[in-house]
C-alpha cells in the first residue's frame, strides 16, 4: 500500500492510501470534531461537523469521507469553519428538546462534547419544540426521539455490524424519524436481535437502556470498532 | 432490425403520409388533453369520415407545440403550401368545434377559432429538443422513424466510433441542461475512460457494468420541459440514449421518471416496448455488435431524487438521500458502475448533433452555452408556455415578445429562473442575455428551465418564503444544515411577513444563508437559499420595510 | 471605589441556580464587599430598582410577570447575565411547550388525573397567566452574558462573577464554564 503525504493545519502529515482526512488527522492527534462518524462504520458524511478546507477546491469538504491525496492541503480550524461548526450544533440543539438536565447521557453525550467544543453558550435559533414520542416497549432498550438528531449511526451498526438492519430512517426533512423495522413499536420489531450496539453507538441520549435515569448512559463505542476490525481483519485487538 | 429494414420504415411511413394532403395536429400533451383534446381527435376524425375527407385528411396526435395557454390546440397544415405558409392554428377548440373545422378543412380557416400565427411567439422561437413537439405521434415509432428519426443512431453506430461520438459532442459545445450546465462531452469522456469494478456488482444485470441514466425527475414547481419532451417525443429521449450507451460503453439504460408524470410514463413504456419489438433496443442493435436495453423507473415524489447520487440510490432500491461526491457517478455510481447521468433534455439534443454535426450546433448561441434552451413561461405573462429559444437571447425578447408581455395593467418586476434553486432578476436586467454565466452572474441559475414572471403586486418576502418552504419540505433530512437550516429560514422568514422580525432576524437569515449553501451535502440545500440571496440583493427595502423597528422582539 | 449595585431574579426556574449561588459559601463575604445586593429573592426589595450593574436572571420567562419584570430589568440594567440552563435555554420550564397552548398545559398540569378538587389556579392579580410559549430570556431581551448549567455549579458561578465584579470581560470556554445540564 502506498503512503501519502499531505499538511494538516501546516503540520506535515503521512497517511495510507485510502485513508480519509479525519483518518490521517486524528492520527496526527489534530483534533475535529464530529457527530455522525463513528469508528468502524461506513461514512456518510450527514453531520457537516467535520468539514475541512482543502487547497483547490472551493467547496467544504467532509474529513469523514475525503480520502487523502499526495500534496494535499488542508485546513481544520479556520474562523469560518469554527463559525460553521457552532452553527451546526446550535441548530442540532434547537431542533428537538436536547434538556441536558433530564437526559441520561448527560455527561456522555457527543452532542453535548461538541457544544463545549465549538463554544456554544446559547442558541441563537428559534427552538422547534417538536411533540415526540418515547419508545418503551422493547423489554431492555428505550428511544426518545426527542433526543434523536439523526446521525445515523444506529441505522449503520445495526445494517453493518449486526447484520440485522432493525434501524432506518423514515420521513423527510425535520420530520424524518429514526425507525425500527417497518415503523413498528421496537418491542414489536421481529429482526432485532436485542443486542445493543444502537443503544452503544447512539451519541446521545436518544437509545438508551432502560432503569438508567440521568447521567448513567454510559458508552462502550470501542467495542463496535474492536468487532469490526475482529471481522475484518480477524484481529482481536482491544 | 438492419438499416436497410429501417430505411424501408422511413420510406413506407414518408409515402403514407404524402398521401394525405392535409395533417390535423390535435395535440394531446397534459394540459390539453385535460381540457379534453383526446374527444377534440375522436370527433374531428368522425367529422372527417362524414365528409368524406379522411382520405385526404389525417388526424394526428402529437405532443405539446407550446402555447399551452390557448390549448386544446388544432392546428393544421397544407402538404402542398407547407413551405411557403404557416399552418392553421385554432385555439381553445372544444370537441363539438370539430364539425366546423373539419368543414373549413378545404376552405378558409375557422375565424373565431384561428390564432394569430405571427406573433412572435412563433417567430422567435428556434425548436432543435421540440422540433418533432406538436409533428410527430408519441406512440408511433414508425411516425418518429418517418420524420428521420433513429437516423442519427445508424449514423453513430454504423459510421463512428464511440470515441468520434464523444468527441462530436464535446466539440459541439453542449451543456446539461438539467441546471448546473456541465459540460456533457466531458462527462461522456469521463464515463467513457472509467473502468467498471472487476466484479460486477450488479444483482440481476449482466449486460452491463456501465449505465445510462436519463434524469426526468423534473421538480421544480411551474416546470414542464422534460414533461412535454418526454409526453410529446419520447423516442427522441430513446434515442439519445442509446446513442450515450454506444458512446460510453454502456449497456443499460434506466430513464427515471417521477410518477406525478403518468403520461410521460405511459408513452415512454410504449415508446421502449415498440423499440424492443423493433431491434432498436436489445441485441446487436442496427445490426451492429452493440447491445444496450432500457427500463423505466418510477420516482416517489421525492424532489431530492433530481440530484444524482439520490436517483441512484432510489433506483437501487434504497431511500433517497445524496452520498458526498467524490466519488462522481462518472466514476461509481448505480451499484458502484460508472454511471453516465443526463438530463431528458441534454439527451433529446444528442439526435441532431449527431446528425447535423458539431459545427451546426456549435453556431447556435453564445461563446459558452451552445444551441437552445427550453423553458415553461409562467407567471404574470400573456402567452404562458413551453418555449424553446436559443441561448444568447434578451430577458426582454423572451418575456415581453414571445411571452406578449404582462396582462393589461400590470408591470414588470422580476423574473425567476431556476425554480427553488434559482433567483429573482430584476427590470434592470432585462436586456442581459440568457446564457449559464450570465444568469449566474445576477445571482440566478439556468436550472432545468423555469421561468416565472412576477409583476409589481409580487411580494418578494413571500415569494422567497415559498421557496424556502418548498426546501423546507423536500429536504431530505440526511444533513443538519439543510433539514435545520431551511426549517429556521422559513421561520424567520414567515415572520418577517407576518412583521414580528427585527433586524437582528434579517442578521441571521443572512448568515444562514451563506452557512447552508457553504455547508450542504447536496445541491438541494446548497441552493437552497439562493431564492432569499436574491430577493436581499435586489428588493432588500422590502425586507426591511416589514422589520419592527424596536430592537426587542416577542415571539 | 463604589460597590457594583447587584442583583438577581428568580423567574420561570425551580430556584436551583439561587441555591448554588449560596453554594458559593465564604466566597459570598468577599462578594458582599464589593458589590450592594439591591434586588434578589434573598433581599426582601419589592421592586426593581434603576441603575443596577449586574443582575443574574434564573429562569425561563413563563408567565406574564416574567414578561413584565423582564422588560424592567433590560431597562435598569447594564449587565443583564442569564443564569443557568432554564434562563439560557428554556430547559426543564421549556418542556411545556411540545405540548402546545398554556390551556392544555394547565390541564395536563391540574385537571387531567388529579383525585382531589381538579381545578385551575387562575384569581385575577393573584396567579400570573402564562405565555403562550416558554422562551429562553435572550429570545425577549437582549443578553449580555450566558452561564449555562442545570445548576451552574458554585465554581462556575464564582469564576464568572470574580471577572465581573473586577470589571474584566467574561470568557464562557472550557467544560468547566460550558457544559450544560
Partial sequence: ?238 | MTPEELATIRERGQEADARFEKTAYVCVGTSCDALGSAAIAKNLEAELKEAGKDKAVKVKCVGCPGLCALGPLVEVENKATAETEPATLYQYVKPEDAHDIAAAIDGPPVERLRADTDQPFFQRQMKIVLENCGRVDPEEIDDYIALGGYAALEQALTEMTPAQVVDTITRAGLRGRGGAGFPTGLKWATVAKSQPPAVPRTPDDILSRKFVICNGDEGDPGAFMDRSVMEGDPHRVIEGMIIAGYAVGAGRGYVYVRAEYPLAVKRLRAAIRQAQRAGLLGTNILGSAFSFDIDVRLGAGAFVCGEETSLIASIEGGRGTPRPRPPFPAESGLWGCPTLINNVETLANIAPIVLRGAEWFSSIGTEKSKGTKVFALTGQVKNTGLIEVPMGISLREVVFDIGGGLPEGRTFKAVQTGGPSGGCIPAQFLDMKVDYESLAQVGSIMGSGGMIVMDDKTDMVEIARFFMEFCMEESCGKCVPCRVGTTQMHGILARIGDGKASKADLDTLTELCDMVRRTSLCGLGQSAPNPVISTLRYFREEYESKLVKDGNHER | MSKLRFASVWMGGCSGCHMSFLDLDEFLFDLADKVEVVYSPVADVKTYPENVDVCLVEGAIANRDNLELIHTIRRNTRVVAAFGDCAVTGNVTGMRNPLGGPEIVLDVAYRNGQVLRPQIPDDEGVVPPLVPKVSPVHVVVPVDLYIPGCPPSAKRIRAVLERVVAGQPVEMIGRDLLKFG
Fill in chain 1, 1 to 238: 500500500m502506498s503512503v501519502k503525504t499531505l499538511t494538516i493545519d501546516g503540520k506535515a502529515v503521512s497517511a495510507a492510501e485510502g485513508d480519509s482526512v479525519l483518518e490521517a488527522a486524528r492520527e496526527a492527534g489534530i483534533e475535529i470534531p464530529t457527530l455522525c462518524h463513528l469508528d468502524g462504520l461506513t461514512d456518510i458524511g450527514a453531520c457537516r461537523m467535520c468539514l475541512v478546507e482543502v487547497t483547490g477546491s472551493n467547496k467544504l469538504l467532509p474529513a469523514c469521507s475525503t480520502r487523502v491525496a499526495e500534496g494535499m492541503e488542508v485546513r481544520t480550524n479556520t474562523e469560518q469553519l469554527r463559525k460553521y461548526r457552532r452553527m451546526v450544533v446550535e441548530l442540532l440543539f434547537a431542533e428537538r428538546n436536547h434538556i441536558c438536565a433530564a437526559c441520561v447521557a448527560n455527561g456522555h453525550c457527543e452532542l453535548q462534547d461538541v457544544g463545549i467544543a465549538v463554544g456554544m453558550d446559547h442558541v441563537r435559533y428559534d427552538y422547534l419544540y417538536p411533540n415526540l414520542k418515547v419508545d418503551v416497549t422493547h423489554p431492555l432498550y428505550g428511544m426518545d426521539q426527542n433526543r434523536c438528531i439523526l446521525c445515523a449511526r444506529c441505522v449503520r451498526v445495526c445494517d453493518e455490524i449486526e447484520g440485522a438492519h432493525t434501524w432506518d430512517v423514515l420521513g423527510r426533512g425535520v420530520k424524518a424519524r429514526v425507525t425500527t423495522d417497518l415503523n413498528q413499536p421496537w418491542g414489536e420489531a421481529q429482526s432485532c436481535t436485542s443486542c445493543g450496539k444502537c443503544v452503544m453507538a447512539c451519541p446521545t441520549g436518544a437509545i438508551f437502556k432502560l432503569g438508567s435515569t440521568v447521567e448513567e448512559s454510559v458508552k462502550e463505542r470501542g467495542k463496535l470498532a474492536f468487532l469490526k476490525t475482529a471481522r475484518d481483519k480477524k484481529q482481536w485487538v482491544l
